[in-house]
């Protein structure tokens, strides 16, 4: 796998790790493609199970991104999109903690 550089952005090292969809933007709406077969093999192999065993709990839980899965779910996405986009979630979060050097917190913003 490459290195990430400071001008790197989240989405091109997600779709090295995780190989994205491809998407095509026409007159604001945007299209997605097939799920190419690029990048890391192992890498993505990891994120995917992660992310296949993450699904239930994660779906569950009263957090943004428990929200944002639940609504996926609920909207009728197939159970394997899903999956990979939290994959491709967990690559952008991965990618930005190693980025800024720190470690991962969940702060959630509070309604003032």
């Excluded at 991104?65 to 979060?93: P, S, T, Y």
Aim: net charge positive; proline share 4%.
């Amino acid at each position: 796998m490459r290195t990430i550089a400071p001008t790197d952005r989240s989405a091109d090292w997600s779709a090295v790790a995780v190989s994205c969809s491809d998407t095509a933007a026409t007159r604001g709406s945007t299209v997605r493609g097939t799920t190419p077969k690029r990048g890391n093999i192992y890498l993505r192999t990891l994120l995917i199970h992660g992310a296949r065993a993450a699904l239930p709990s994660l779906s569950e839980a009263e957090t943004p991104l428990g929200r944002w899965l639940k609504a996926m779910l609920e909207r009728g996405v197939h159970r394997n999109a899903v999956v990979v986009a939290l994959a491709d979630k967990l690559a952008r979060i991965a990618w930005a903690t190693l980025r800024n050097g720190t470690t991962f917190e969940r702060v959630y913003p509070t309604a003032a």
